[in-house]
Nanobody, 113 residues
Framework: QVQPVESGGDLVQPGGSLRLSCVTS??????MAWYRQAPGKQRELVAR???????DYADSVLGRFTVSRDNAKNTMYLQMNSLKPEDTAVYYC?????????WGQGTQVTVSS
């Protein structure tokens, strides 16, 4: 089981943009998703891509975030625009594949002026 690896987290001002990346194994992916966890809060789903289905998003990020994947690079992306302070969290990559389920270590996103 190859653990996915996230990158791209940073400190950004409100209204700014970031793109997160998640490099996964070469296994057949059933579901790939981004979750986030803010201090003192439960981990929550941000965006998800499942085989044969359209991506779906948390209401709080709909219209601002876009999830995509590049199968040739075994990479999933999360484009985050119009960032708000409440988007501050550790963002985790989750995969459910033919090799099983796996979580990445997370990447920190901080939105602050």
């Amino acid at each position: 089981q190859v653990q996915p690896v996230e990158s791209g987290g940073d400190l950004v001002q409100p209204g700014g943009s970031l793109r997160l990346s998640c490099v996964t194994s070469k296994s057949v992916m059933y579901t790939m998703a981004w979750y986030r966890q803010a201090p003192g809060k439960q981990r929550e789903l941000v965006a998800r891509i499942s085989s044969g289905r359209r991506p779906d998003y948390a209401d709080s990020v709909l219209g601002r975030f876009t999830v995509s994947r590049d199968n040739a690079k075994n990479t999933m992306y999360l484009q985050m625009n119009s960032l708000k302070p409440e988007d501050t969290a550790v963002y985790y990559c989750y995969t459910d594949s033919a090799m099983g389920r796996s979580w990445g270590q997370g990447t920190q996103v901080t939105v602050s002026s």
